[in-house]
């Protein structure tokens, strides 16, 4: 397996457009997590999904934030309007219902607001 | 309000020597906590784990800590080497729980040749 696939790698928008990022779990991993790093906040949870369905998107900022996980093969993190404040890098992961303490993680998407 | 803290946010060792990284956990529900590498323009991946049962892993050079009563566990690396150059970031999360692994900031850690 291919592992954790995001797209894509950088993404540099201007501010008040629509950014999405992509993400494609490990197959057969039944959690699906969408992770934030910044320097000031470190890796922080925005929500995670079981079986496609969310199940805790309290880490989610703001209503600009949404995602959505039409299949078990696919994920998609959209905000809209984006502002500076959200440029970070975005780290998809996905883990084993079996073994959901180690999750496997994407190799991030750097987004750069301006 | 951070759960889990690593206080430090860089450490330089020289090669052979010794690495301790550290973390402190304020939730006494947390039991279960892991340990992942980063490089730079990569994801983290996973290197070590303890369960609250335990108060010691090793594995190979890696050997992770857990003082319960203090709420504190680290990282041994020995001996270090130029490859380990890279963030760590400490993790716990409640088993059977939310499923929510919660991180520290990350520790910046370099090997010197």
Excluded at chain 2, 27 to 39: A, E, G, P, R, V
Aim: a neutral charge; one cysteine or more.
């Amino acid at each position: 397996d291919a592992g954790v696939i995001q797209s894509p790698r950088h993404e540099v928008t201007e501010m008040g457009q629509e950014v999405t990022l992509r993400c494609k779990p490990i197959s057969g991993h039944d959690y699906l997590f969408w992770y934030r790093q910044t320097m000031m906040r470190g890796l922080e949870l925005l929500i995670y999904f079981n079986n496609n369905v969310p199940i805790d998107d309290s880490g989610m900022p703001e209503d600009r934030f949404s995602a959505k996980m039409p299949n078990a093969s696919f994920s998609t993190l959209k905000i809209q309007p984006s502002e500076p404040r959200d440029s970070a890098v975005y780290f998809c992961a996905s883990s084993l219902a079996a073994d959901k303490t180690e999750a496997f993680f994407g190799q991030g998407t750097r987004l750069t607001v301006v | 309000d951070q759960q889990v803290k690593q206080n430090s946010p860089s450490l330089s060792v020289q090669e052979g020597r010794i690495s301790i990284l550290n973390c402190d956990y304020t939730n006494s529900m947390f039991d279960y906590f892991l340990w992942y590498k980063k490089y730079p323009a990569e994801g983290p991946t996973f290197l070590i784990s303890i369960s609250s049962i335990k108060d010691k892993n090793e594995d190979g050079r890696f050997t992770v800590f857990l003082n319960k009563s203090a709420k504190h566990l680290s990282l041994h690396i020995v001996p270090s080497q130029p490859g380990d150059s890279a963030v760590y970031f400490c993790a716990a999360l409640v088993q059977g729980g939310s499923e929510k692994l919660v991180f520290g900031k990350g520790t910046k850690l370099t090997v010197n040749p």
